[in-house]
């Protein structure tokens, strides 16, 4: 790893190694001549990408300690319940949704003239999405795995859960908290287990680490193939 300081500022579980070298290739080594608006786009896009998912990780080992039948008494659990499980979900989202904005300036910055990355240079940025990045790789690179990486993640089963429930967070409810008792062998007495959409809280903690950290990993080893392999038309 080359030990940038975007590496430096993600935590475990971010592909780090693979960011740290597409950002190396494709803005730290870029001339400063070179289409500076689009290198700060990516660098701006690539740090949001860190933070987020930084962000979530650090809601989910708050959220863990408050599964507890201890905590759940205390005054405002519900609510840091809640703005920890908004944090988590919408923060994995973002982190997803800023790789593909960062990405599609860096691909802007060496695509053939005439392909599909004219949001670039214009002022509707804000209809820069995953699919319009995958499409536009798509046009620019269609045999390059990255393009292929793109279009395939929003049909990942994973993605469209993580969409689903951030768009429940963010646009509609909170969702309620379920109290299931439970009998465990040897135990003193009942257990509660807090549950939400359906599963277990520390259950779903886990779950949507794991399922993000893996789209993650597969777009930005994608990405790392992309900048290596183009890392000479960065430095035109």
Known sequence: MLNTQIAADAVLGFPRKQIDHVFY???????????????WEATAALYAA?????????????????????????????????????????GLNSAVESSAYGLYFIGSAI??????????????RKKITLESTAKAYASAWPAEYLAKALIELPLDPDYKVLLERRN?????????????????VGSPGDEYIVAVFGEPLTELVDQMLAHAERLLEGLWTAAEDFAVQHSSEFRL
């Open 25 to 39: 290739e494709a803005v730290v080594r870029t001339p400063s001549r070179v289409v500076d608006d689009a290198r």
């Open 50 to 90: 860190v933070y987020r998912h930084r962000n979530a990780h650090e809601a989910a080992e708050a959220l863990v300690p408050l599964t507890s039948r201890s905590a759940q008494g205390k005054p405002l659990w519900r609510y840091r319940t809640q703005t920890l499980l908004f944090d988590l979900v919408v």
């Open 111 to 124: 695509a053939p003239a005439g392909h599909e990355f004219t949001l670039a240079a214009s002022d509707k």
């Open 168 to 184: 429940i967070l963010a646009h509609r409810v909170a969702p309620g908290l379920e109290f299931r008792q439970t009998l465990t």
